[in-house]
Structures are given as C-alpha cells and as structure tokens.
C-alpha cells in the first residue's frame, strides 16, 4: 500500500515538473509588454515559430489580413480560486488597455479584437482571442505575428505585361519592394492540399486536406465557447478547444488531430497550420467536395459550437447541418487558409 501511494506521488510531481517545464516553455511565446488578466495564469498550450502566417480576420469575417513573421500564440486559464464571473468583453477590453498603453491601436477593419504595434523597433500584428459572448470566460488567447519594423509589404500587382509575359512586376511602394501577382483558383493542388474557395481575386482562400484526418473520432468533451463562425473562424476556434481540452491525456480529439496535421512536400516546405472548419467553412467544402478522390465517412465535424454549447456538424450525402454529442465518432477534414 505504501508502495502505491509513494508511486503515485512520484508520479504526479513528474507530472507537475513536466506542466511546470511546459509553461516555461511557453514564456516565449507571451508578449512581454502584455500582462495576463488578474485571476488568470499563463497555461501550458502553447506555439512560437521563428517563420509563421496568420490571416487576421476583419470585417465581420468577410475578409483577412495576411501577415508573416515571428509568430507567437499562449492561452491564459482561469486560476482554481478565481470564483469572479469575467466577462470576455472585460478581458478583451483589459487586453485592449494594455496594448494601446504600449503605443498600439486597434486595426479600424477589425470587430476591437486585432491590433497593431510597434515595439522595440518591431511591428507587432495582434489577436486577442477572447470569446465576447461569454458573461463566464475559462480562458482566452493572445496570437501575434512579429515583423522587422524596417521592412515594408510587397508592392501593389501591377498590370499585365506584354503577350508572353507570365505574372508581369506591379509598381513598387515608395519604401517597399515589387509586387507579383499570385492567383489560385478552385480544384489547384496548393499548399498542402486542395483550394476550395478563393476571394479578393484568388489571391486569398481556403485549401483542404486531400483526405479525411481519421476514420471516425469524437469532437471534444465539454463547453468550450468556441461558437466562432465564417471564414477564418475555425482557426479562432480550434485553438479555443485545444486550450480548453489540452493534449487529451493520449486521447485524441477532432480539433486536436486537425491542429497536429503536417504536409511535407518535395521542396522541402512544410504546412503545418491546419484547423477545424467553422460550421460556414465546413459547408464551404461540402459545396466543392467532387474535387476530392473519396470522402470517408458521412458526416464531418465543424468546430462551432451552438448557443447551447453543442457541437455541429454536416451530413456530406445530405447536406443538412445538425448539432451532435461530443462522444460521437464522425468524420474530419482539416483546413487551412492562405
């Protein structure tokens, strides 16, 4: 008996040292001019790339803003003796406080929750990911896109060159460099996978994995606010249920097995940045789905919760969309977006 108990108390401080190092770990990927919400603590769910995108969504998720750079993503989670009712309108306004002391200000396209920054001589691209919805908010996240300050964007696409001319310069920024024009259409095999939807001209869209990511999984185990919808939601969302749900404890989960998706293609790129699809997104594809060689099962998981908290789905025969338990096993097909 003395035995068990000694090994479960060894076991468990393995276990704190180990949560211990993964917040450690995580320390690079805060903003240091970004203090966390008083009765929350920096979690250990966390991700920093020295070479990353994001697209930060704007105007009432109709459109995005794509940026490149260091890219930095770190979750808070309430602490156990925190009993307050927060609000995450009061996070994100906190939040919001904290940036604009330091010099930035709110994108004006952006809903108040994507800001920029100049900081230390970099430019700073900002997402407070705060569920505004919620009177009751377990955790919320701060993703980041960091740039050398010096540089500029590309330059506008210019127009089309003489006949034989493929993708012709465009006209240079005063401080920036030449632009060239890069359209994908739908049914392209691009980034990993397959473009499914395209906007602003094909310069911007959505690619799908070209399979289904297993054969029939559950979604995840509790309400976890992430009620996010459009184009571009479904990252907001995965991210949400994965700082809710954590690693999983071994057991895999819908949004977690999209998260931990890797293409690895012959020139050595690598696309790694995949997600749920938001309930708008999953139908998006269910509209294109003849452009994929087979679809494993019937019904797909979205990463959209209902007002009750339910995950929702769609029926890939049908097309009915529907809410279903969090146990239940159904399809996924993870997504990214460029």
């Given at each position: 008996m003395k035995k068990a108990i000694l090994s479960l108390v060894m076991f468990s401080l393995s276990l704190y040292a180990l949560a211990?190092?993964?917040?450690?770990?995580?320390?690079?990927?805060?903003?240091?001019f970004l203090p966390s919400f008083e009765g929350y603590y920096l979690g250990d769910y966390c991700k920093f790339s020295e070479y990353f995108s994001y697209d930060f969504v704007v105007d009432r998720n109709s459109r995005s803003i794509h940026k490149v750079g260091v890219y930095r993503?770190?979750?808070?989670?309430?602490?156990?003796?925190?009993?307050?009712?927060?609000?995450?309108q009061q996070i994100l306004k906190q939040q919001s406080d904290a940036i604009k002391a330091?010099?930035?200000?709110?994108?004006?396209?952006?809903?108040?929750?994507?800001?920029?920054?100049?900081?230390?001589?970099?430019?700073?691209?900002?997402?407070?990911?705060?569920?505004t919805y919620s009177e009751d908010l377990d955790n919320y996240g701060v993703i980041s896109i960091?740039?050398?300050?010096?540089?500029?964007?590309?330059?506008?696409?210019?127009?089309?060159?003489?006949?034989?001319?493929?993708?012709?310069?465009?006209?240079?920024?005063?401080?920036?460099?030449?632009?060239?024009?890069?359209?994908?259409?739908?049914?392209?095999?691009?980034?990993?996978?397959?473009?499914?939807?395209?906007?602003?001209?094909?310069?911007?869209?959505?690619?799908?994995?070209i399979d289904d990511q297993n054969s029939g999984i559950a979604g995840f185990h509790e309400y976890t606010m992430a009620r996010a919808d459009g184009i571009g939601a479904g990252k907001a969302n995965t991210a949400?249920?994965?700082?809710?749900?954590g690693r999983g404890n071994s057991q895999k989960y819908a949004a977690l097995i999209c998260s931990e998706h890797q293409v690895f293609e012959n020139n050595g790129l690598v696309y790694g940045d995949w997600y749920l699809p938001s309930l708008y997104e999953l139908n998006l594809l269910y509209l294109q789905k003849d452009l994929f060689y087979?679809?494993?099962?019937?019904?797909?998981?979205?990463?959209?919760?209902?007002?009750?908290?339910?995950?929702?789905?769609?029926?890939?025969?049908?097309?009915?969309?529907?809410?279903?338990?969090?146990?239940?096993?159904?399809?996924?097909?993870?997504?990214?977006?460029?």
């Amino acid at each position: 008996m003395k035995k068990a108990i000694l090994s479960l108390v060894m076991f468990s401080l393995s276990l704190y040292a180990l949560a211990q190092d993964d917040v450690q770990g995580c320390m690079k990927s805060a903003l240091p001019f970004l203090p966390s919400f008083e009765g929350y603590y920096l979690g250990d769910y966390c991700k920093f790339s020295e070479y990353f995108s994001y697209d930060f969504v704007v105007d009432r998720n109709s459109r995005s803003i794509h940026k490149v750079g260091v890219y930095r993503e770190a979750w808070y989670k309430r602490k156990a003796d925190n009993y307050k009712h927060i609000s995450g309108q009061q996070i994100l306004k906190q939040q919001s406080d904290a940036i604009k002391a330091a010099g930035g200000e709110v994108v004006p396209e952006s809903d108040g929750s994507v800001f920029t920054l100049t900081y230390q001589g970099k430019e700073f691209w900002i997402y407070v990911n705060a569920n505004t919805y919620s009177e009751d908010l377990d955790n919320y996240g701060v993703i980041s896109i960091e740039m050398d300050g010096s540089s500029q964007e590309a330059g506008s696409t210019g127009i089309t060159g003489q006949q034989g001319q493929q993708d012709s310069l465009g006209s240079a920024n005063p401080s920036g460099v030449s632009g060239v024009s890069s359209i994908h259409t739908i049914g392209e095999h691009y980034g990993g996978g397959i473009v499914f939807y395209v906007y602003d001209n094909g310069q911007h869209g959505l690619i799908a994995a070209i399979d289904d990511q297993n054969s029939g999984i559950a979604g995840f185990h509790e309400y976890t606010m992430a009620r996010a919808d459009g184009i571009g939601a479904g990252k907001a969302n995965t991210a949400v249920i994965i700082a809710s749900q954590g690693r999983g404890n071994s057991q895999k989960y819908a949004a977690l097995i999209c998260s931990e998706h890797q293409v690895f293609e012959n020139n050595g790129l690598v696309y790694g940045d995949w997600y749920l699809p938001s309930l708008y997104e999953l139908n998006l594809l269910y509209l294109q789905k003849d452009l994929f060689y087979r679809w494993g099962m019937e019904t797909y998981y979205s990463s959209t919760e209902d007002g009750n908290g339910i995950p929702q789905c769609q029926n890939f025969i049908t097309g009915v969309q529907s809410t279903v338990l969090y146990s239940v096993e159904l399809g996924v097909h993870a997504i990214r977006s460029f």
